[in-house]
């Protein structure tokens, strides 16, 4: 088959699957595996040059390895450091460990069993992260730790990248080399840091300046090229390479320009590997061993789960955090791929068992996705049959202000008040939210304010101001219509998520509402508007004109919100408004500045 004949079957193949699969739940990684498998040589046939593909694809790895360095700043590593090297080390160790002492027990060769240890411990962090935003649980404790152990994963792959050839030299495969060839190859890497330190932060900086989009485009691909080329010459993997440049301009003001120019040619390289992959896989082997096969792949789901579950019990993220932090991590990742891949070049893992390891993680990835909802549903129905916790008991006096909601908004007030030394009694209805924030030395207290019992017990008939923070609407409205139905004389400053929120607190009779984006998208319109040559008091004001007219609308808009074609008719109305509100205002000394005025005190620029 010729070239573009081959170049329509791979689009043909990931435009088809890869946008079913992740329409199914299943992952972006997932549809390109079953897409090479379905063109490869046990599908459908239409590719029958695999190793040559592979090998080109390769590149995808040595992209992703750069931008995986480029997001590894040293602050934001350092800030990270105790859930990332704590849990993180944990599992992959415990993990591997396991692994290697069963693949000795069977006779594997120590550096084959360790290997083979290591690849499984990983897991998918496209496709859990993807899963766990999703269903909006990557905030949440298991969330949060899930994320610490793939960033280790991550790191950990590039150590035994640069490993795995010594790892065959330790198997006998090749000739045992010299200390002056270490020494070259540490010369080198020296030479890649200098050399990244001192010329390539100044050559971008000509380039950014000077050279265009498309120049810089190619000199970002020149730099991950240029590395990785440097450290295949002296018998390193080309990954560790790509890796170390992305570290090294981690800090740098390039980072995220850098970021977006590899990104595409990341994506459809990355795509392409997974495809070779999918193609290399033997499916003929399911059919012809599918106990071992099956068996291989539960057997890992099975032991990487145990091991999860009881380093996060240890942790103390408690039994359900625990039990869906050992359900995200236990199948294998794509990582995996890679790491097989190499070894099997190297010599390190006999081929059949490469392929044998390859379709068993690529099972237990198809399996992942069914795993985690059915074990989602097993505990929704576990949590409805328990009985909830007993809510805190508050025995502190009644304090001048009490915060109902302790997320993101809450906390804020919360700072302030603290900063002013005003004491105030927090209360919030998600446990897990309380056991978070008491881990930062935060006082609060778990209960649902929608209660009246909790209400008393927080004293809020002696409380002087109630601060309605509750992320959730229907929760919110519960609460306010509690507040002014028992309390009517109390002051409620309340949050509103959006217009239909506000519309509902509005109609109890609450007067203090905040929109909780409304005050920072004015102040982003706010600075726009003086970069693009508005003076102070001329972005102030059109702020302030546009705040005056969205308001005036808010008010109308409440009159009729159960009416959608008055709702419409009025939205229509009100964007003609504006603008001739603006065009109107226009001709004011204050509008703009003039074209080429220069900017003075009362209109900087």
């Known amino acids: 088959m010729q070239f573009l004949e081959q170049a329509v079957a791979f689009l043909l193949a990931t435009v088809l699957v890869v946008p079913l699969f992740r329409r199914i739940g299943l992952g972006a990684v997932l549809g390109y595996l079953v897409s090479g498998m379905l063109i490869g040589p046990w599908g459908l046939g239409l590719i029958g040059h695999v190793e040559a593909t592979l090998h080109f694809a390769e590149f995808g790895v040595v992209l992703l390895l750069f931008l995986i360095g480029l997001e590894l700043q040293p602050t934001r590593l350092w800030a990270l450091r105790r859930p990332v090297f704590g849990l993180g080390a944990a599992q992959v160790l415990a993990t591997a460990i396991a692994i290697l002492a069963t693949g000795v027990a069977l006779g594997l060769p120590w550096q084959t069993a360790l290997t083979i240890g290591?690849?499984?411990?990983?897991?998918?962090?496209?496709?859990?992260?993807?899963?766990?935003?999703?269903?909006?649980?990557?905030?949440?404790?298991?969330?949060?730790?899930?994320?610490?152990?793939?960033?280790?994963?991550?790191?950990?792959?590039?150590?035994?990248?640069?490993?795995?050839?010594?790892?065959?030299?330790?198997?006998?495969?090749?000739?045992?080399?010299?200390?002056?060839?270490?020494?070259?190859?540490?010369?080198?890497?020296?030479?890649?840091?200098?050399?990244?330190?001192?010329?390539?932060?100044?050559?971008?900086?000509?380039?950014?300046?000077?050279?265009?989009?498309?120049?810089?485009?190619?000199?970002?691909?020149?730099?991950?090229?240029?590395?990785?080329?440097?450290?295949?010459?002296?018998?390193?993997?080309?990954?560790?390479?790509?890796?170390?440049?992305?570290?090294?301009?981690?800090?740098?003001?390039?980072?995220?320009?850098?970021?977006?120019?590899?990104?595409?040619?990341?994506?459809?390289?990355?795509?392409?590997?997974?495809?070779?992959?999918?193609?290399?896989?033997?499916?003929?082997?399911?059919?012809?061993?599918?106990?071992?096969?099956?068996?291989?792949?539960?057997?890992?789901?099975?032991?990487?789960?145990?091991?999860?579950?009881?380093?996060?019990?240890?942790?103390?993220?408690?039994?359900?955090?625990?039990?869906?932090?050992?359900?995200?991590?236990?199948?294998?990742?794509?990582?995996?791929?890679?790491?097989?891949?190499?070894?099997?070049?190297?010599?390190?893992?006999?081929?059949?068992?490469?392929?044998?390891?390859?379709?068993?993680?690529?099972?237990?990835?198809?399996?992942?996705?069914?795993?985690?909802s059915g074990h989602e549903k097993v505990l929704d129905r576990a949590q409805a049959l328990r009985a909830p916790p007993e809510f805190d008991t508050i025995t502190e006096p009644g304090n001048a202000v009490v915060i109902a909601g302790y997320g993101r908004?809450?906390?804020?007030?919360?700072?302030?008040?603290?900063?002013?030394?005003?004491?105030?009694?927090?209360?919030?209805?998600?446990?897990?939210q309380v056991d978070f924030v008491r881990r930062y030395g935060n006082k609060i207290y778990y209960g649902d304010a929608s209660r009246l019992e909790l209400l008393h017990a927080a004293k809020l008939e002696h409380a002087k101001v109630f601060v309605l923070a509750i992320d959730d609407v229907e929760s919110s409205v519960r609460t306010a219509a509690l507040v002014r139905r028992h309390f009517p004389q109390l002051p409620i400053l309340a949050r509103a998520r959006n217009r239909v929120h506000y519309f509902r607190l509005r109609e109890l009779g609450i007067s203090a509402i905040h929109r909780e984006t409304f005050p920072a998208s004015l102040d982003v319109a706010r600075q726009a508007l003086l970069r693009l040559g508005f003076g102070i008091a001329a972005a102030e004001h059109a702020v302030a004109l546009f705040k005056a007219h969205d308001e005036e609308q808010l008010a109308r808009q409440g009159a009729v919100q159960h009416d959608e074609a008055q709702l419409i008719e009025l939205a229509k109305h009100a964007t003609e408004q504006l603008r001739e509100l603006f065009e109107a205002d226009a001709a004011r000394p204050l509008a703009r500045l003039p074209q080429g005025a220069a900017p003075d005190a009362t209109h900087p620029g």
């Open 409 to 432: 908004f809450g906390q804020i007030v919360s700072r302030v008040l603290r900063m002013c030394g005003i004491a105030f009694t927090a209360l919030d209805a998600s446990s897990e």
């Open 118 to 372: 290591i690849a499984l411990a990983m897991s998918s962090t496209a496709m859990i992260l993807a899963s766990l935003a999703e269903r909006r649980q990557l905030t949440r404790r298991h969330g949060r730790d899930a994320f610490a152990i793939l960033l280790f994963q991550d790191l950990a792959v590039i150590p035994l990248l640069a490993v795995l050839p010594l790892l065959a030299l330790a198997h006998g495969e090749k000739p045992a080399t010299d200390w002056i060839a270490a020494l070259k190859g540490l010369a080198v890497i020296v030479a890649v840091i200098a050399g990244s330190r001192l010329l390539g932060r100044p050559i971008l900086r000509f380039i950014a300046t000077h050279g265009g989009r498309e120049v810089f485009t190619a000199a970002a691909l020149l730099v991950v090229v240029g590395a990785a080329l440097l450290m295949e010459r002296i018998g390193v993997s080309m990954s560790l390479g790509a890796f170390l440049a992305g570290v090294l301009l981690a800090d740098s003001e390039f980072r995220h320009e850098l970021e977006a120019d590899i990104e595409p040619f990341k994506g459809l390289l990355l795509g392409l590997f997974f495809v070779a992959v999918g193609m290399s896989a033997n499916v003929g082997l399911l059919a012809q061993q599918p106990i071992i096969v099956i068996g291989i792949a539960l057997a890992l789901i099975a032991a990487k789960a145990v091991i999860v579950y009881v380093i996060g019990l240890v942790a103390g993220a408690g039994n359900d955090s625990s039990q869906r932090l050992a359900v995200v991590l236990s199948a294998g990742g794509e990582f995996a791929f890679v790491i097989f891949g190499l070894a099997g070049g190297l010599g390190i893992i006999a081929q059949d068992l490469a392929e044998l390891l390859v379709l068993a993680v690529t099972l237990s990835m198809l399996v992942a996705p069914l795993l985690i």
